[in-house]
């Protein structure tokens, strides 16, 4: 195993991402392989952790002042043993293909985890949306779209977003690959209602992480009644998180956006929840304004010198990362067990450092790994294809209660794996032990391909 690991460090030693998503994976599957000769006979490790098909092109467009810009485009096809490669698009300016490829491999193991017909896939661009008018980004859109098309299909890869990549993106993809393919399918999830998509879909990964959380503390004989809650990021995950938070009674404490964090102390509820939704979906403005309008709110800004970030050094019992990778290091953890956290949840994929994840297990607390507690978003994704293709559409209820169940089902799964493998309570080892059992067994019956 270590070897594996050191020839994928040799092979590519710009993707530390990647390595770190590949090294806990491997580290917890240890056990799996120990006990099937078969799985080390057919270098599943390695078969698995390259991906199948990965796509990187030119995107060439123009922007509002007739200037000519390039950006990179990318597309790694992870793996299909499970169905169609799955998973969404991310338009960033740190993208790199480390990034995707860390995000298509984690991919993977979600989509095992849902129960559907779904392998694993991630793509992108180093294109950032922020601050460009709705034309540049359409037209960025339909550039990037015009090779896309090529690779993907309702059968083949059906993409969907992710960070800088909401409805707005999704419509000009969608409305781009029509005009090529001339047809009308189910190439892309996330959707506008009125031409395919899904009810909850948008709220899908936040409702997803905090029905997780619920699950959790429902197994220790607690909820999420008047607890203190801080959430990071304030896009898409972060205001569903919140929204279910409220509901189910909690009390959310902070926001962030990639300048800075807000504490409010009096708690976001559904008035000021409405207030950010407005904000970063419509005026696409920065949560700093929340605390002009609140002047219960305190921001701070991101400040490049400090070794931590003082968003997890608020007082609370439930951490629900849920902006980027790694916003949560050693220093951050250790700040949360001090305070007393008994619950970190995952929206984000990856957000937590290794370091940060070993002070979480240390110290018992309740731990959810993204590839477990985020899969809400992917999974009604794959609800979102079915209803494509029967083209039907399912209330919103109906909906709902299908991600409870499915989020319900990843828990239990998790739980059982953690412990058939002898790591009682450990959501790491459960989810990357179930998740990758399942991919193992689809590949072993698929031959060598
Ligand atoms: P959005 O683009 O809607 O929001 C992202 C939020 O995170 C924004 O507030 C953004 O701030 C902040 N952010 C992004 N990059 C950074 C950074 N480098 N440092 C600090 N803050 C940052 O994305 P989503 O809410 O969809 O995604 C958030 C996370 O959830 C990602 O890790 C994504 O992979 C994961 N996820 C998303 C799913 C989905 O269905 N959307 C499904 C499963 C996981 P700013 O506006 O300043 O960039």
Redesign the pocket.
Known sequence: MDTIIDEIRDRDPEQHEFHQAVQEVVESVKPVLDRNIEYRQQAILRRITEPERVLMFRVPWMDDDGQVQVNRGFRVEMNSALGPYKG?L???A?VNLGIIKF?AFEQVF?NSLTTLSMGGGKGGSDF?P?GKSDNEVMRFCQSFMSELYRHIGPNTDVP???????AREIGYLFGMYKRLKNEFTGVLT?KSLAWGGSLI??E???YGAVYFAAEMLHTRGDSLENKGCLV????????FTTEKIIQLGGRVLT?????GYIFDEQGIDRKKLDYVKEL?NIRRG??SEYAEQYPSAVYTP?NPTLDHNPLWGHKADCGFP????N?INGVDAQHLVDNGVRLICE?????TTPDAVDIFLDHRICYAP?KAA?????AV?GLEMAQNSMRLSWPRKEVDDRLKQIMKSIHRTCLEAAEEYGNPGNYVAGANIAGFVKVVHAMLDQGLV
């Open positions: 969404g991310r338009f960033h740190s995000l979600k950032d922020k969907a977003g992710d960070i800088g990549v909401g996330g879909r948008p899908a990964t936040g990071s990021g304030s896009g898409n995950v972060a205001q926001l962030s956006d990639s300048s970063k920065r949560i991101v849920s902006a980027t990778q916003e929206g984000a994929n990856m957000p993204g985020n899969a809400g978003g992917v994704s």
